[in-house]
């Protein structure tokens, strides 16, 4: 709480202190030929003058009540650049269209901002400042061939900047991968992702957010997806993430998956995620990286999670491997080390009655691999590759009831007592109880 409060304070100094970018004199109001072509023509020709025109020290505006269609990928480098979305945007909704723009590798992101200073702000009226990606036939398509998604999906956002902000993302159907943030000092605020199938197609990769940069903060997000509703990535550090809802078959709030190599190797520091509520997901607290990964993630706190129905709501794993990929095809025995990690009070239902979800198209499940005797019943599952690559691992107020009369159980692998002084349980496998 007192951390709390000076995070709180700072952020304020931060605001009131320092509000001092040029001003942004330049005004694009972007037109659209949606209504009157029936909502058949292009409107990103239009757009891409507007981000042209309006590239520096400038506002661009998507008009509220207005819609327009993004048939061509958007990239622009922006300095000091407001980007109002108080309208509708819409992707193409005909499937080969898109994928041969990522094919031909000029839509792989189909938004992408980059450049000091980009605010980009939405709307806080829920009818407005959509993107919607029609992302259900692309779901459709990739179950009717039982995979794991259909080959050149875009990904929808790539957001780099330094002193930046997003507000009130709005994104419906994402095709994929929602919005990646790069760079240094973004806060994120109100963000809605829903990625809900209407059929039982499962929404494959529709993560909703990869950080990988510094100080950035994320709140308030009600996030519905079908995989990471945050991810944070390699070179990732000083992320927060706090309050709001993710659900439906989201896979939680996710460090990595890291994998790194030994010229290479990942570092990940001081992460925190607090005060969320996670409903029928598999995951809420998920650590995952690589066989044979190389690196460092360290000072990483979850603290107030309330989870709903979830299958396995605090899972470590350092043995992470695609389930597309066989595990005897990853070499190597070094793992990414994992230093001052704190679970701090969990507390709600463990999916027991239908656990998993509809991502599992293998055999066994890629979520159940390598845990032969699952209970469901689970509020822990820590599984360390080696003796020496957990350290500091502390859980304390982890309150979780499974469906049904059983007790919550544990599966911890080798976090070793000397090296975890707090884990606040034994580390074997069986009855939780905490010590
Ligand atoms: C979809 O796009 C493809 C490739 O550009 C084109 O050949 C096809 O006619 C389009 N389909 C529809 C229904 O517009
Ligand atoms: C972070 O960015 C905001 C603008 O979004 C700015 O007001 C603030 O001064 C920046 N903070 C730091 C520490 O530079
Ligand atoms: C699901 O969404 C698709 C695409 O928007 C639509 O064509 C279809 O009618 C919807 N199906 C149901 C059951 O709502
Ligand atoms: C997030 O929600 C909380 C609780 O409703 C509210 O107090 C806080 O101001 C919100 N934060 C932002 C950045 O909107
Ligand atoms: C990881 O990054 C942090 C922050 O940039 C830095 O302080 C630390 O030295 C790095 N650690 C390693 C092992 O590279
Ligand atoms: C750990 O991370 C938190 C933010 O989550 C930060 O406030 C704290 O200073 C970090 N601790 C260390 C020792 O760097
Ligand atoms: C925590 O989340 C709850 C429920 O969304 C909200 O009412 C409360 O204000 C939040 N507290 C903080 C410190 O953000
Ligand atoms: C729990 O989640 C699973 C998987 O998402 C779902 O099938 C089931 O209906 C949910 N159960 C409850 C009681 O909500
Ligand atoms: C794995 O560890 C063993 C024993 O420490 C060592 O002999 C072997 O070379 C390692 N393999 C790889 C691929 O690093
Ligand atoms: C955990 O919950 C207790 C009781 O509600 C509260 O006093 C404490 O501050 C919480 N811990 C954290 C790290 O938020
Ligand atoms: C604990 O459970 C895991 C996962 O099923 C298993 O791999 C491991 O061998 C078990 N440990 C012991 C000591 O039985
Ligand atoms: C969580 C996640 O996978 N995010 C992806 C979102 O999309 C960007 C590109 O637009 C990817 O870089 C991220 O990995």
Redesign the pocket.
């Known amino acids: 709480m007192q951390?709390f409060i000076l995070f709180l304070l700072s952020f304020f100094i931060t605001v009131i202190y320092s509000y001092s970018h040029s001003p942004r004199v330049e005004v694009c109001n972007i037109p659209s030929i949606y209504a009157s072509s029936d909502g058949e023509a292009d409107d990103s020709p239009a757009i891409a003058s507007a981000f042209s025109r309006c590239a520096k020290d400038a506002t661009i505006v998507f008009s509220e009540g207005v819609n327009y269609n993004v048939f061509r990928p958007i990239s622009a480098k922006l300095d000091n650049v407001a980007i109002h979305v108080k309208g509708n945007i819409h992707l193409p909704q005909n499937v080969t269209l898109v994928q041969s723009l990522v094919k031909s590798k000029k839509g792989s992101t189909w938004f992408q901002f980059s450049g000091p200073q980009i605010d980009y702000i939405g709307i806080a009226d829920v009818n407005q400042g959509w993107i919607n990606s029609y992302g259900q036939p692309w779901y459709d398509a990739n179950a009717a061939v039982k995979g794991t998604g259909l080959p050149n999906r875009p990904h929808l956002m790539s957001f780099t900047t330094t002193d930046g902000s997003v507000q009130y993302f709005k994104s419906k159907k994402p095709i994929g991968w929602n919005v990646s943030l790069k760079g240094n000092n973004i806060t994120v605020s109100n963000p809605v992702i829903d990625a809900v199938s209407n059929s039982s197609s499962f929404p494959f990769n529709t993560d909703a957010f990869g950080v990988s940069g510094s100080n950035i903060r994320i709140f308030n997000m009600s996030v519905f997806n079908g995989d990471d509703a945050v991810a944070i990535g390699p070179g990732a550090h000083?992320v927060?993430v706090q309050g709001g809802t993710i659900g439906y078959q989201t896979h939680g709030l996710s460090i990595g998956s890291l994998k790194g190599s030994p010229n290479s190797p990942v570092n990940v520091t001081?992460?925190?995620f607090d005060n969320i509520t996670v409903k029928d997901s598999i995951y809420a607290a998920r650590f995952k990286s690589w066989v044979g990964g190389y690196g460092l993630a360290k000072?990483i706190?979850w603290s107030n999670i309330r989870v709903e129905n979830v299958s396995m709501p605090i899972f470590v794993t350092q043995t992470y491997y695609n389930q597309a990929t066989s595990i005897a095809q990853l070499d190597g025995n070094s793992s990414v080390q994992m230093e001052d990690f704190t679970w701090t009070n969990f507390t709600g239902t463990i999916n027991s009655l239908n656990p998993g979800d509809g991502s599992c198209v293998s055999e066994p499940c890629w979520y159940n691999t390598g845990l032969a005797d699952l209970k469901h019943t689970e509020a822990v599952i820590i599984e360390c590759s080696s003796e020496r690559s957990c350290k500091n691992f502390a859980l304390k107020g982890i309150d979780m009831r499974p469906q049904g009369m059983d007790p919550a159980s544990v599966i911890c692998m080798k976090a070793m007592a000397a090296s975890n002084p707090k884990l606040g349980f034994e580390c074997k496998n069986g009855t939780f109880a905490a010590s």
């Open positions: 951390s000083n927060f001081n992460i925190h000072n706190t």
